[in-house]
Each structure stands twice: as C-alpha cells, then as structure tokens.
C-alpha cells in the first residue's frame, strides 16, 4: 500500500487524519487551502500463460497522486509499466521512479507554481481552487528534466505515470473523461492480443485464449526466417483449419528489433503467397539503434519498399520515442508504436502522434504488461491512432490487478469484434477494487 506525502497549510507536523498517514508539507501553491497528497508504490502483477516477453515485463510501479480538496478525496492515479532495463529502449527502474517521483513531491513543496495550458482549455480554467493546484503539479513535474541526472529517457518514463494520475485527478473533478480533456472524441479502434514466442504448441494455446477477446492477434518472433514461416504456418491451422477468409487483416508480427533485411525479405515472399490478406504489419524489423546505422538505411528503406508492393506496413517500436524520432523513421516504416513511458505521459505521446500524422505515418498505440490502469490510459489516445496493442491486463491474473472498468472489448457477436472503446465515465474511466 501506498505511503502518503501529504500536509495542510495550518498543521506542518499532523500524521493522523481520516485520509490516512501523513508527512511533512512544504507550501501550499498561492497559500491554497488545499495541498496535494502523493505516493508511489510497487505492485508486482502475476503473469498468465507464462511467455517470455512478458515475465520481462512483470513489475510494473504504479504511482498514484491525489489532492485534498474537500470530502470525498479527490484522487487520481497514474501507472508506469517496467519492464528490464534494456539501454536505448527501456531506462527507468523501481528505484528511478522513487527517487524522480521524490524529486516531484520537493519541487511542489518548493512552490510557487503558474502555468496554464492553453492547448487544453478545460484544464486552463480560472477560479478552480483544486485546478490551481493541478497547474501547479503539473509545472512543479515540468521543470524536472534540468534537474535529474539520469537522462531525458528515465524521466519520460517516471514522468509518464505521475502524469496519467493528475488527468485523473483532473477528470474526476470535473466529471469528464480525459480523452474530453485532450481535446479528442471518443472512438473504437481494433485491440490486439500479444502471443508471446514460445513453443509451437503454447502459442497456438495462448492464441486460442486471446480470441476469447479478440481476434486481432500480435505475433512474436526472432530472427530465424524459418522458424517465423513455421510459426505462421501452426498458428494458421490452429485458428484457421478451413482456410482464412476473412475481409480485413487479422495478424502482426513482432520481429523485436531481430531481423536482417535478408531476413525480412524471405519473410515477406512467404507472406505473400502463403497468407495473403491475412497480415496486417510487421513491427520493428530494423535494429533499435537503426538511425546510427547509417549504411544499413538504404537496406531498410529498399525493404519498405518491397512490403508496400505487397500491401504490409512496417510499424517502429523500440526506435519510436518522441516526436523527435519521426523525421528519420519516415523513410523507413509506414508508422510509429507510441507508448506512455517512453514518449513522457499523455502529453507527449499526442505530441508523438501528432508528429507522426503530420509526417503521412499511421499511429499504433502500444502498452507495457501491467493492470488495467496502465491499458485504460493509453486507451484514451485511441482516436488518434489506427489500432494498437491494449493487451497489458489480459497477460496478467485477475487478483493481481488492482483496478477495474476502463475500455470495454467489443464481443464477438457484436458489429466490430475485437474493437476497444472507452464509456464516457469520469477520469481515466478506471475504479479502484476493494
């Protein structure tokens, strides 16, 4: 459970209270007569189907944030997904987040605090005590990349799930959801199910169970071009014995950063005789550090070339961060993955899509194993995107998430089976279990 940093402006020293324990507090932004409670925990999530990649991806640290308002509290909470440490792609840990989340709660303290944001007006508004205060949460969390030592990639990611609990905090005050605050409609897009690499027989297994969701399914794979072709081949007459004849794509296929443009290439001849309509993408081929590879440039761009003659899209994951990435990706993939913690919460991550849509890409919305917290965030970005990957909660047990509600996946009776949409509740649309 979390422990709170908390204060009133009248009592610096008081540790009881009906909301739980406090510490010290420093002063209150403009001498508000509220001040914002904050706290970050680790809850380590109990994996399903036991692949790989996604014991890679088992701990995620949620942070939540609230303010004291006036009865009932008013909380928002926020969670960042951590998977290993993998230099140039993963940067934060347990230990980042606690000390940057600290950095945070000091830098409230410090005050005084003014920014107003005036790209998202319902958050802008003057007059609102407790909107004073999250300005001020947010711009104490702004000034943070001068100060910490540990690279604009560690804190994007720390920052990524402070954020999502001020939208939050944000939304529940003014009972509208966060896609409202951003300025974006609501909207349904197709949800994909992750099959992990593992043996033939466990991944038709766990391919199986994502079509109880979905049945858009993102497949897994290294850098053995043969092995990827027999992967395919089991999957399809597992799921589809009579043939496939479906009228859209169902498939990606997760290369991780493993393939040679040989690789691909052989790859891509199968897809095209052998599973036509069927594949959708396939998702970061090149190495992650591509852009510093410069004689391997023209190799991949010949590539992109050669899967739009066949119709495939090529989608960047691990090279795809910030907005910054765009220009240089744009010539050799049809679209980006965007995720929280790597482009810095909420904000960057539509400054990322924005980026994407202005450059001609396609936006994939992507997500790290975690709870349903984590998958409802990034859901709220889904009319930007085409489709995404919203599958963290499904990968985990069910009594080790904490949280409920958030996006809904359409059945499979329904009109568009396998589309997530968000209902129109408060907030990140996610409650707390008991």
Excluded at 291 to 298: N, S
Aim: net charge negative.
């Amino acid at each position: 459970e979390p422990v709170f940093v908390s204060g009133r402006p009248e009592s610096s020293d008081d540790r009881s209270g009906a909301d739980g324990p406090r510490g010290r507090h420093g002063c209150c932004p403009r001498a508000l007569p509220v001040f914002p409670a904050a706290a970050v925990c680790v809850r380590h999530l109990a994996l399903l189907h036991g692949q790989p990649h996604q014991r890679a991806g088992g701990h995620p640290a949620p942070g939540r944030a609230g303010c004291h308002a006036s009865p009932p509290l008013t909380q928002g909470c926020g969670e960042i997904g951590l998977p290993p440490k993998k230099p140039g792609v993963y940067e934060a840990d347990l230990s980042d987040c606690t000390a940057i989340f600290s950095q945070w709660v000091a830098a409230v303290a410090a005050g005084p605090h003014d920014t107003l944001y005036d790209f998202f007006p319902l958050i802008a508004a003057d007059g609102d005590t407790v909107m004073g205060v999250i300005r001020a949460l947010f711009a104490a969390l702004d000034q943070l990349p001068a100060l910490d030592p540990r690279g604009p990639a560690t804190y994007r990611a720390v920052r990524s799930g402070i954020e999502s609990a001020l939208w939050d905090l944000a939304g529940h005050h003014l009972g509208k959801p966060v896609y409202t605050l951003l300025g974006l409609p609501d909207a349904a897009r197709p949800g994909f199910f992750t099959v992990g690499l593992d043996s033939m027989e466990t991944m038709a297994r766990n391919a199986l169970a994502g079509q109880r969701h979905t049945p858009f399914l993102k497949i897994k794979m290294d850098g053995d071009a043969d092995k990827c072709i027999e992967i395919l081949r089991a999957l399809k007459a597992a799921l589809f014995p009579n043939g496939f004849t479906g009228a859209r794509p169902l498939w990606s296929i997760d290369a991780n950063s493993a393939w040679t443009p040989a690789t691909a290439r052989t790859v891509l001849a199968t897809l095209a005789t052998d599973y036509p309509g069927l594949i959708y993408m396939i998702e970061q081929p090149f190495p992650y550090d591509v852009a510093a590879r410069e004689a391997d440039l023209a190799e991949w761009r010949a590539v992109k070339a050669d899967c739009t003659a066949a119709g495939l899209l090529i989608f960047a994951d691990e090279s795809m961060k910030t907005a910054e990435d765009i220009p240089l990706l744009a010539s050799i993939s049809h679209g980006v993955n965007v995720k929280l913690e790597k482009a810095g919460g909420l904000r960057g991550a539509l400054a990322a899509a924005s980026a994407a849509r202005a450059a001609g890409l396609l936006v994939w919305l992507g997500v790290m194993v975690g709870s349903t917290l984590n998958s409802a965030t990034t859901a709220h970005l889904l009319a930007l995107a085409e489709c995404g990957d919203l599958d963290g909660s499904l990968l985990v047990q069910p009594d080790s998430d904490r949280f409920s509600g958030g996006f809904v996946w359409h059945g499979p009776d329904a009109a568009q089976p396998g589309y997530a949409e968000l209902p129109p509740a408060a907030g990140l649309g996610v409650t707390r279990k008991p």
